[in-house]
């Protein structure tokens, strides 16, 4: 079975940093995409930030210049480091990893607040 962990929520000022990790574990095939998506509470579930095989990379407009995404193909894992974190980056932030199939991890809860 493919488990998907994430790490690395937590409270936060505004301001302040984060950095979170997904690690793809189990009989998994070559990925071709990982993603982080995030879902606040009474809000639908939106992409943050995305990366192919090849590197090509996605941010949603509203962290473009504050987040990056970044892929370690060997370990099958992917990160997102999260700066000038605003309240209204408040969610659960989930991992995606693209192959054959479609996996998801449970998600990692981050609040920023004063």
């Known amino acids: 079975q493919v488990q998907l962990v994430e790490s690395g929520g937590g409270l936060v000022q505004p301001g302040g940093s984060l950095r979170l990790s997904c690690a793809a574990s189990g009989s998994i095939s070559s990925i071709n995409a990982m993603a982080w998506y995030r879902q606040a509470p009474g809000k639908q579930r939106e992409l943050v930030a995305a990366?192919?095989?090849?590197?090509?990379?996605n941010y949603a407009d509203s962290v473009k210049g504050r987040f990056t995404i970044s892929r370690d193909n060997a370990k099958n894992a992917v990160y997102l480091q999260m700066n000038s974190l605003k309240v209204e980056d408040t969610a659960v932030y989930y991992c995606?990893?693209?192959?054959?199939?479609?996996?998801w991890g449970k998600g990692t809860l981050v609040t920023v607040s004063s």
């Open positions: 990366i192919t095989s090849g590197s090509s990379i």
């Open positions: 995606r990893v693209i192959t054959l199939k479609d996996y």
